[in-house]
T-cell receptor, first 120, second 112 residues
Framework: GAGVSQSPRYKVAKRGQDVALRCDPI?????LFWYQQALGQGPEFLTYFQNEAQLDKSGLPSDRFFAERPEGSVSTLKIQRTQQEDSAVYLC??????????????????FGDGTRLSIL | SQKIEQNSEALNIQEGKTATLTCNYT??????LQWYRQDPGRGPVFLLL?????KEKRKERLKVTFDTTLKQSLFHITASQPADSATYLC???????????FGTGTRLKVLA
């Protein structure tokens, strides 16, 4: 079946421009995560959605970052007034079930191949 | 502070040998720890998950151990092959948060 799809695969923008990154999770997956991955580093958590509800946005670096998942399927990560330090790979991952807050999760995450964002 | 550490240096081994990668964590009490493989330009791919009450988990040529006393997980690839060359990431979740915490990854290169 289809995996997690992200678009575009590459995005080049000038500093100050707004960008929008799209994630199509696996159909029926309840949980959706966004991560930022710098070169040579592991993914860093940005935000978590359970269906359409954004339950954790503690990893978003600033108020220039905004994510939504209005119908509980496709999600968009928007970055306003981009800066050079926003250059990174942005990864989306989905999981079949809801993530527990006070119960540990044992779900594998299914990742897309990411969007490589370069800010000039 | 809370952090996960993996071998920052790349690991080069000869084909056929066993590769052992380490994941050390501090100030966490995870009940589950996961291992992922990431190839250049691709997203991470889930490999194995181990629970805190499991000392060892196996899947084909892969083996993961979890020592909650040492706060360490070891990831082994036996009879390694050049196709195993990739970056391997460990990840955990903690109570009171939805987030997964990833290590920095260890780059493995298996030499033919």
């Amino acid at each position: 079946g289809a995996g997690v799809s992200q678009s575009p695969r590459y995005k080049v923008a000038k500093r100050g421009q707004d960008v929008a990154l799209r994630c199509d999770p696996i159909s029926g997956h309840v949980s959706l995560f966004w991560y930022q991955q710098a070169l040579g580093q592991g993914p860093e958590f940005l935000t978590y959605f359970q269906n359409e509800a954004q339950l954790d946005k503690s990893g978003l670096p600033s108020d220039r970052f905004f994510a939504e998942r209005p119908e509980g399927s496709v999600s968009t990560l928007k970055i306003q007034r981009t800066q050079q330090e926003d250059s990174a790979v942005y990864l989306c991952a989905s999981s079949p079930r809801a993530q527990g807050l006070y119960t540990y999760s044992n779900q594998p995450q299914h990742f897309g191949d990411g969007t490589r964002l370069s800010i000039l | 502070s809370q952090k996960i550490e993996q071998n920052s240096e790349a690991l080069n081994i000869q084909e056929g040998k066993t590769a052992t990668l380490t994941c050390n964590y501090t100030n966490y009490s995870p009940a589950y720890l996961q291992w992922y493989r990431q190839d250049p330009g691709r997203g991470p791919v889930f490999l194995l998950l181990i629970r805190e009450n499991e000392k060892e988990k196996r899947k084909e040529r892969l083996k993961v151990t979890f020592d909650t006393t040492l706060k360490q997980s070891l990831f082994h690839i036996t009879a390694s092959q050049p196709a195993d060359s990739a970056t391997y990431l460990c990840a955990l979740t903690t109570s009171g948060t939805y987030k997964y915490i990833f290590g920095t990854g260890t780059r493995l290169k298996v030499l033919a």
